[in-house]
């Protein structure tokens, strides 16, 4: 595949992303889309056979972005309050930097779109879910600690947190940023998670 073919793919999904930020609730058509991008629509499904694989493109980003980043911090910090903080900080962050992507993750713009695509978004949050249950779990064997609510309602909080925090970031059109009072919010959500065995 020629450096120009990957640029141009790389340019529509950026320019996709774009448009998911700039026009909060609309739906993206192709003619805009290749409008954007300054090609035809023929072009744009020269790179992708279909709408729904240019936003499995970005869910693609959205996965790669935010789960080798949690392999790193599950592999390099060995607290598992630490660990936990430092998953939904970056969950948050990552939401935050790119409010696009948000409209993704809440299934916002998947409105009319391929029922695929929101079960794929299903399964990403399955996949947090199930990275923070075994960090949970976790705390018993190494530090001797169990979570107050039982390691599945625990993960199943801990996930509302975040989902509800990307929603709010939608629905308030990108004012409300996730990471806001997340420095006031977290020790107190903390403080409540693990008890001694």
């Not at 970031?169 to 903390?190: C, D, H």
């Amino acid at each position: 595949m020629s450096n120009k073919k990957i640029d141009r793919r790389t340019q529509i999904l950026q320019a996709l992303a774009q448009m998911l930020e700039s026009s909060p609730g609309a739906r993206i058509t192709t003619a805009a889309l290749a409008k954007q991008v300054g090609v035809s629509e023929a072009a744009l499904y020269r790179h992708f056979p279909s709408k729904a694989k240019m936003f499995e493109g970005l869910i693609e980003f959205i996965e790669e972005s935010l789960f080798s980043r949690i392999n790193r911090i599950i592999q390099e910090e060995s607290d598992v309050v630490s660990r936990i903080e430092m998953m939904m900080t970056l969950i948050l962050g990552f939401a935050q930097q790119n409010p696009g992507m948000c409209r993704l993750l809440t299934a916002d713009a998947l409105s009319g779109e391929t029922e695929r695509l929101r079960v794929r978004i299903a399964q990403l949050f399955d996949r947090i879910e199930t990275q923070l249950k075994q960090v949970i779990r976790e705390a018993d064997l190494k530090q001797g600690l169990r979570s107050k609510m039982g390691v599945a309602p625990t993960a199943d909080f801990l996930l509302a947190v975040i989902e509800g925090k990307v929603r709010h970031y939608v629905r308030s059109e990108f004012k409300t940023k996730p990471m806001e009072a997340w420095q006031e919010q977290w020790p107190i959500l903390a403080q409540n998670l693990m008890q001694n065995r």
